[in-house]
């Protein structure tokens, strides 16, 4: 959820996606450690660039902010649609189990144009077994923006991060059965 210094947060303007279908097929249990994120992410910060005139740039929304720091939301909501399919544990468990470790590394609304922008969400996910590597991938999302503006903003990266987590979940689901072979 963002919220503002200049009015009371709308429900529109939620950052914190709702929960994804549930899924029938189950998993076996895995440990999905903290989202880390660059020290640019690292705060509650609502980020957007303006890729039609200066791609390098960012900038945030002054009087907009996430509830928590994006590396956090995408934990959360990681966590929260792979229990649907399965046991998820934390690092700290003392359970052997499938570690995945996810590094967001952008997570913001770029504008196209001046009236036109969408969320965009990009993640790096790498899969351990027993200490060993036996998936890494790349995963881009992006979501329209139904306006030009923080809470615009706010709703494309929701969407992305909701894409962004059921293509990683789907992912994971072809590694368990690789990894059980």
């Not at 996430?66 to 590396?71: L, N, S």
Request: aromatic share 4%; net charge negative; charged share 15%.
């Amino acid at each position: 959820m963002i919220t503002s210094a200049a009015r009371p947060p709308t429900p529109a303007a939620s950052a914190s996606p709702a929960p994804l279908p549930g899924s029938t097929g189950t998993m076996p249990a895995i440990k999905v450690l903290e989202v880390t994120a660059p020290t640019t992410l690292d705060s509650d910060k609502l980020i957007y660039r303006m890729t039609y005139s200066d791609s390098q740039q960012t900038a945030s929304y002054a009087n907009s902010h996430w509830t928590m720091p994006p590396a956090q939301l995408v934990t959360q909501r990681l966590r929260n649609a792979l229990s649907s399919r399965g046991t998820v544990l934390t690092g700290g468990d003392g359970v052997r189990a499938p570690v995945l470790k996810v590094d967001l590394d952008e997570f913001e609304q770029d504008f196209d144009g001046q009236s036109e922008s969408h969320g965009s969400v990009t993640a790096r996910t790498t899969l351990f077994v027993d200490g060993k590597v036996v998936g890494q991938r790349t995963f881009i999302a992006r979501a329209p923006a139904s306006s030009a503006d923080a809470p615009g903003g706010a709703r494309a990266i929701a969407a992305a991060t909701d894409d962004l987590v059921a293509q990683i979940s789907a992912w994971l689901g072809v590694q368990a059965l690789v990894a059980q072979q």
